[in-house]
Antibody
């Protein structure tokens, strides 16, 4: 069974940093592109970042470029999102998700349950 | 950025109804339109990819169509478990956007 389990969220002050993690199991992690998607509770979804299988290609939504970094450790079956210079607008539930096939135009076919990041003083 | 606009934002329907939700892209996205279902407190689930392909395990009462800028999701014979929010997403470029969602409620 495919499982994605996020961790690392929490309450952080504006300007602070966090590292979000996603532990993958039930599939060959190194064969899949992965993404982070966030959702303000009660609101819509926003794509945040995508990384290819070996980490050589990374894509970000404009609002997080220069502040967020997506990375992966295929030996540890883990995906990461380093978030810096956090703003109130970054408050959201952050989902880790798997791309169905190895291309940026692929849909997201497996999702974790999310980790909540709250930015507040 | 490509903007995705769904309509309606919500609708009320009864079990057994046929429901259609539309999604419009601000520019052509070819066939690269995906549909998700999300229930309260849960992660989204993939229903349809590349406009009309049913994801494995999704009941055939769900169907998608469209290309270019205009797409639709149709649920024939609505079931109790189908009351949820439906969200479109384009994957045409390497910068994706989602629609704002359509909440399907029980009439």
């Amino acid at each position: 069974e495919v499982q994605l389990v996020e961790s690392g969220g929490g309450l952080v002050q504006p300007g602070g940093s966090l590292t979000l993690s996603c532990a993958a199991s039930g599939f060959i992690f190194s064969g899949y592109w992965m993404s982070w998607v966030r959702q303000v509770p009660g609101k819509g979804l926003q794509w945040v970042a995508t990384i290819n299988q070996d980490g050589s290609a990374k894509y970000y939504v404009d609002s997080v470029k220069g502040r967020f970094t997506i990375s992966r450790d295929n030996a540890q079956n883990s995906l990461y999102l380093q978030v810096h210079s956090l703003r109130a607008g970054d408050t959201a539930l952050y989902y880790c998700a798997r791309l169905y096939s190895p291309a940026y135009y692929s849909p997201l076919d497996a999702w974790g349950q999310g980790t909540l990041v709250t930015v507040s003083s | 950025d490509i903007q995705m606009t769904q309509s309606p934002s919500s609708l009320s329907a009864s079990v057994g109804d046929r429901v259609t939700i539309t999604c419009r892209a601000s520019q052509s996205i070819s066939k690269y339109l995906n549909w998700y279902q999300q229930k309260p407190g849960k992660a989204p689930k993939l229903l349809i990819y590349e406009a009309s392909n049913l994801h494995r395990g999704v009941p055939p009462r769900f169907g998608g169509s469209g290309s270019g800028t205009d797409f639709s999701l149709t649920i024939t014979y609505l079931q109790p478990e189908d009351f949820a929010t439906y969200i479109c997403q384009h994957s045409y470029s390497n910068s994706w956007t989602f629609g704002q969602g359509t909440k399907v409620e029980i009439k």
